[in-house]
């Protein structure tokens, strides 16, 4: 409990410092600007406050440097499920275009990007594949699109899918997408796109999932003319498993499945964060801002990339694409992934080489050099979250923030709302400036006049009141007199 203020601190103004020090609830400000001059006790507690204030603003501003970090705790929990959404199956075959279909015309226009064919050779590369050369007075193509070149020289569906099922039940090219990726034109199982239904499953294992078998054609691949970049050299399909938000990038995270073996995909589901905002695809931002760059530097489309407005010719996207801040796109809150297992078995075996060839209409040695089986199920219906949250809120903060200033300073929040009202008072009070401009009158006149007078009287005085001050202004000698009672 605070002492009551004397009478003569009681009249004072509220906008003096010693009338606010004797009532603020900021500890040891009354000890500071109490009454009285300068003594060692004041100043151990002015050091004492001092040093409490900067040890509080040092941990506020640790404080908030932690919080700015924006450090997470992570929470991996795992779920079951009694129907899971299967996911989009990508494949797209290694070799990008059919030898039969290629023309002088495609030579001419993609043979040095794409092949390493420069046109003084194209027609030895043309009897490399044989086709006759290109006849005299050849002339090619004023426009040229590579969408339309991997559409008709790519390898199709219907000539690779030997069978088809899904959960037991048939399948066929019907139930796949034609999407353009790197490697060419590529398509996709159970894509949902144009609002088709998304397929499900209610079981894992085998038999519950994707069963393909595909023939790679292998006697279609294009000769390696030179060792280039992106020459391959194996034979067989790339298989990508994503979800139907996410654009694939099977050149980078798709696995290989090669002709002559059965490759079984056991997969479960990974759901790295969760949040309540709309689908938004890291790969899919990533895209869209590399087709802007590149249609803004180049004037140009490369095949993979969205858009309908210019035509995909052949270009290549300025090293500038390279650095890493060339895109800004912030991580999503939300994405799925799935993990894989891979297991083979060769095929076909003995007993099987010669049904199969007869079936298909080919030689035993074609079956063996050609047909692969991939076969692609959950491994049971469960999934797993890894959810990350915060792991410094607001709330925090301020806890933190009040206690340290209540351990330091002994302040709480209405301790700064009295500073404010107490900085008010002073700003609006209209004694501010003559206050000061008096006190400076009152200093010049006690200074001048220290002598007492010539006649000092000590008779009777008349009473005045306890602690009362008579100020008397003397008009010929502009004297100023303090006449108290003592």
Known sequence: MKPHPRPEEARRPASDIRVFASSCTLHGLGHIFGPGGLTPRRGLWAAAVLLSLATFLYQVAERVRYYGEFHHETALDEHESHRLTFPAITLCNINPLRRSRLTPNDLHWAGPALLGVEPAEHAAFLRALGRSPAPPGFMPSPTFDMARLYARAGHSLEDMLLDCRYRGWPCGPENFTVIFTRMGQCYTFNSGADGAELLTTPKGGMGNGLEIMLDVQQDEYLPVWRDMEETPFEVGVRVQI???????????????????????????????????????????????????????????????????????????????????????????????????????????????????????????????????????????????????????????????????????????????????????????SPSWGRGKESGHRLQEGLGSHRTPGPHLSLGPRPSTPPCAVAKTLSASHRTCYLVTRL
């Open 242 to 428: 994503h979800s139907q938000e996410e654009p694939p990038t099977i050149d980078q995270l798709g696995f290989g499945a090669a002709p002559g073996y059965q490759t079984f995909v056991s997969h479960w589901t990974w759901v790295p964060y969760s949040c309540p905002h709309p689908p938004y695809s890291l790969m899919g931002c990533r895209l869209a801002c590399e087709t802007r760059y590149v249609a803004r530097k180049c004037g140009c489309r490369m095949m993979h990339m969205p858009g309908k407005g210019q035509a995909a010719r052949p270009c290549a996207a300025p090293n500038a694409m390279l650095r890493k801040d060339a895109c800004t796109c912030p991580n999503p809150c939300a994405s799925t992934r799935y993990a894989k297992e891979l297991s083979m078995v060769r095929i076909p075996s003995r007993a099987a080489a010669r049904y199969l060839a007869r079936k298909h209409n080919r030689s035993e040695a074609y079956i063996s050099e050609n047909v692969l089986v991939l076969d692609i199920f959950f491994e049971a219906l469960n999934y797993e979250t890894v959810e990350q949250k915060k792991a410094y809120e607001v709330s925090e903060l301020l806890g933190d923030i009040g206690g340290q200033m209540g351990l330091f300073i002994g302040a709480s929040l209405l301790t700064i709302l009295e500073i404010l009202d107490y900085l008010c008072e002073v700003g609006l």
